[in-house]
């Protein structure tokens, strides 16, 4: 019964800013880490940048000084605050989590992805 809902993709210009969020519900019991993924035509899915419980994060060397991921414990909620965009930022960008869910093992969920455009 454990969702991921991601919002806030678009078309942004070059060097502009998007922030997306992701938000799990569901039975949760705890959530151990979060992260984002992205996938352009054509490529395969890469890690675009992880945090855990207590707030450690990684990032890819392509996005590092330009994307920042943190989250909220509370509201089960991670963000990516995303600024400096270039057009190879464009892709689907995808959050993950980590975690128990109430009455099943530990599993890492994913959700259905957000369109980000960055183009002139």
């Known amino acids: 019964q454990v969702q991921l809902v991601e919002s806030g993709g678009g078309l942004v210009q070059p060097g502009g800013s998007l922030r997306l969020s992701c938000a799990a519900s569901?039975?949760?019991?705890?959530?151990?880490?979060m992260g984002w993924y992205r996938q352009a035509p054509g490529k395969q899915r890469e890690l675009v940048a992880t945090i855990n419980r207590g707030g450690n994060t990684d990032y890819a060397d392509s996005v590092k000084g330009r994307f920042t991921i943190s989250r909220d414990n509370a509201k089960n909620t991670e963000y990516l605050q995303m600024n400096s965009l270039k057009p190879e930022d464009t892709a689907v960008y995808y959050c993950?989590?980590?975690?128990?869910?109430?009455?099943?093992?530990?599993?890492?969920?994913w959700g259905q992805g957000t369109q980000v455009t960055v183009s002139s």
């Open positions: 569901g039975s949760i019991f705890i959530i151990y880490s």
């Open positions: 993950n989590a980590d975690m128990y869910a109430a009455g099943r093992v530990r599993s890492v969920y």
